[in-house]
């Protein structure tokens, strides 16, 4: 929701410093114009974050604990387990790690959204990488 909020102010904003001397034959169509621009660049903007070094982080912080070469069956069981120690786990932690490793977000990103202090958040993350790691251990997946 904060993307598309944030698409919508800048889309006012664009808005407001695009707006010719003279009326727009259709205002619609010029707002229309400079929303759809706006969510282009956001995706643009997005996709560059997530190609660089950022994604490799993150599967590198995952990658001690999965290992990426898995049989189809085997993904399953790893689903399972997955969401298994999600649900065990306190909603606040949940919901970091979700930020983290299903929506690719930045420590910053959700040190700012949490208010926590990014030191707690990479601990909050490394404390639940090894519970995860511990807990496929002990459900047999090897590492």
């Not at 950022?54 to 599967?59: E, N, R, T, W």
């Amino acid at each position: 929701m904060p993307d598309a909020e944030e698409c919508v102010n800048d889309s006012y904003m664009k808005l407001w410093n695009a707006i010719p001397p003279n009326r727009p034959n259709s205002l619609k169509a010029f707002l229309l114009r400079i929303v759809k621009n706006t969510a282009i660049d956001r995706v643009r903007k997005d996709k560059r974050r997530l190609d660089g070094a950022g994604l490799k982080s993150i599967y590198a912080e995952l990658g001690e604990c999965i290992a990426d070469d898995r049989p189809q069956d085997d993904l399953a069981d790893l689903t399972r387990l997955l969401n298994r120690f999600l649900e065990q786990t306190d909603l606040d932690n949940r919901r970091i790690f979700i930020k983290r490793y299903w929506y690719s977000q930045s420590i910053i990103e959700i040190s700012k959204e949490e208010g926590l202090k990014e030191s707690t958040i990479k601990m909050r993350l490394f404390r639940m990488r090894e519970k995860l790691k511990k807990e496929l251990e002990r459900e047999g997946i090897s590492i």
